[in-house]
């Protein structure tokens, strides 16, 4: 099984930054693609931006402030969140997808932590 593990939430004045983690543990083959994505109340989860066999994609509400990076060596996704904005406030959830084994994929979810954008 794989587990994922966001880190890196929590409340910052419009304009500020934050850096959000996902931290893959378990076992499995590879990890073919990871992504944030994020659900503000009363709203459907939305993608944020993800890294598709290197490849990085971002939602147009958060291009050129956000930036999405991973680090392999460590198994971790993180989300750099710079110039936010009140309506970045949501739960971001990391998303991965890959291999268990040659067979068998999976696609899992973390727990969520919350972001908070206010004064």
């Known amino acids: 099984q794989v587990q994922l593990v966001e880190s890196g939430g929590g409340l910052v004045q419009p304009g500020g930054s934050l850096r959000l983690s996902c931290a893959a543990s378990?076992?499995?083959?590879?990890?073919?693609?990871m992504g944030w994505h994020r659900q503000a109340p009363g709203k459907q989860r939305e993608l944020v931006a993800d890294?598709?066999?290197?490849?990085?994609n971002y939602a147009d509400s958060v291009k050129g402030r956000f930036t999405i990076s991973r680090d392999n060596a460590k198994n971790t996704l993180y989300l750099q969140m710079n110039s936010l904005k009140a309506e970045d406030t949501a739960v971001y959830y990391c998303?991965?997808?890959?291999?268990?084994?040659?067979?068998?994929?999976?696609?899992?979810w973390g727990q969520g932590t919350q972001v908070t954008v206010s004064s």
């Open positions: 998303n991965a997808a890959g291999r268990l084994d040659e067979s068998t994929g999976f696609d899992t």
């Open positions: 378990g076992t499995f083959f590879s990890i073919f693609a």
């Open positions: 890294i598709i066999s290197g490849k990085t």
